[in-house]
């Protein structure tokens, strides 16, 4: 009987010590590993996001190579303990490219590395560098709630005041900017950036009076940058349509008239007499080259040149060729529309100054008839 008690006892002894082991065992629990790594370059530094490990890490360890950890890597802050999931990793070197990790620790162990992330540091001060800062970022900026378009480029320049729609449910993406409508984009642009404007007086144009103050006020300014010097001295042509031509001179103006860039652009164009009001000076290349004395045919819209009614069709004209007024020179087609450019003189054709497909703007010189 005694020797069965002893041996019972041994049995319980031996089961409870296997539990113990057994329990011991289930509760180590190393963290799982980081997930979701993002890296943001800045100067000498990167700043690392993280998703958390599950099962209570006490601490992450950042590690870095300038290879992929093949060769070299580097612990960041080792004698650091966080639970934090974002760190800045400093003393880093601006143009060197670097591959990041992130691993979780506990008392029972370390997690294996996250996904490796690539980035590279770099100067706030050259003109190279990444962009500081997106000033649209699409998680961030609402939708225009234009019912007409959904582009997220226009949300943000609704955003920013830019633009208000042409109506509060409307864009109108199709439609063509007048000159007006550009002072205003201008002027809502500049005083987005913070910059600002100057008074807006009257600037001596005759034709604006029957526009709202703001719109006035637009014009006036964008005079007093040199943006513009009107059409004449004394008129703006306030509803004109903006060419593609019109608007590159406005930017480069505006860009020339208001600090921008690093250390700023302080250069201020004041709008001289001898400046001449988009009217083309571009022409076409070839015309200026050639230097062909003759009647200049401009397109009457922007859209593409045609020569002949379809492809591979006989050309409506050629050089040499004589023509009566009102004979059809070429197509210009927009928006499916084939637009008949009609000769405005009888004459022959010196030059066709467009390639067949190519795409002209308004006012682009397509011909010229002597």
């Given at each position: ?6 041996k019972?006892l ?18 180590a629990?190393?963290?799982t ?5 993002v ?9 690392l ?6 099962n209570?890490p006490?601490?992450y ?8 950890f ?17 760190t800045?990793?400093?003393?880093l ?12 620790k ?10 490796a992330?690539?980035a590279t540091p ?11 800062f ?14 007409d ?14 633009t ?9 993406p199709?439609?063509?900017v007048?000159?007006?409508q550009?002072?205003?984009?201008l ?5 987005a950036?913070g910059?600002?404007l100057?008074n ?12 709202s103050?703001?719109?006035?006020t ?8 040199g ?18 031509e019109?608007?590159a ?31 083309s000076?571009?022409?076409?290349e ?12 401009p ?7 045609y020569?002949?009614?379809e492809?591979?069709g006989?050309k409506?004209?050629e050089v040499?060729k004589k ?8 197509i ?7 637009n ?8 022959t ?7 067949d ?14």
């Open positions: 009987m005694r020797s069965f008690a002893l019972f041994a049995l319980l002894t031996t089961t409870t010590l296997i539990s113990v082991c057994l329990t011991g065992i289930a509760s629990v190393t963290p590993v980081p997930t979701n790594l890296a943001t370059p800045g100067n000498n530094s990167v700043i996001t993280w998703t958390a490990s599950a209570t006490t601490d360890i950042i590690e870095y190579s300038p290879d992929d093949s060769g070299t890597t580097v612990t960041f802050a080792p004698n650091t303990v966080s639970t934090a999931t974002t800045t990793v400093t003393g070197t601006n143009g060197q490219a670097y591959l990041f990790r992130v691993k979780g506990n008392g029972d162990g370390t997690s294996a590395a996250s996904t992330v690539a770099y100067s706030n001060h050259t003109p190279n560098d990444l962009p500081l997106d000033a649209c970022p699409t998680a961030l900026i609402p939708a225009a709630g234009f019912s378009v959904t582009s997220a480029d226009i949300s943000c320049i609704k955003y920013y005041g830019i208000q729609g042409v109506t509060a449910t409307t864009y109108e199709l439609e063509f007048s000159r007006w550009m002072a205003l984009f002027t809502r642009l500049v005083t950036t910059t600002t100057p807006g007086t009257s600037q001596g144009f005759n034709d604006i009076s029957g526009k103050e703001e719109i006035q637009a014009i006036n300014q964008i005079k007093q940058l943006i513009t010097i009107g059409k004449t001295a004394t008129t703006f042509a306030p509803d004109d349509y903006v060419t593609r019109e608007m001179l406005f930017i480069e103006r505006l860009l020339k008239a208001v600090p921008v860039g690093p250390g700023g652009n302080e250069e201020f164009v004041t709008g001289s007499t001898t400046v001449k009001e988009i009217k000076e571009l022409k076409t070839n015309t200026k080259q050639d230097n062909i004395l003759g009647t200049e045919v397109s009457p819209i922007i859209g593409t040149a020569l002949a009614p492809p591979g006989k409506f004209v040499g023509i009566n007024k009102g004979d059809t020179i070429m210009v087609e927009a928006m499916k529309t084939m008949h450019v009609p000769s405005p003189i009888a004459g054709i010196k030059k066709i100054c467009v390639e497909g190519q795409p002209v703007e308004y006012g682009h010189t397509i011909a010229i008839i002597e």
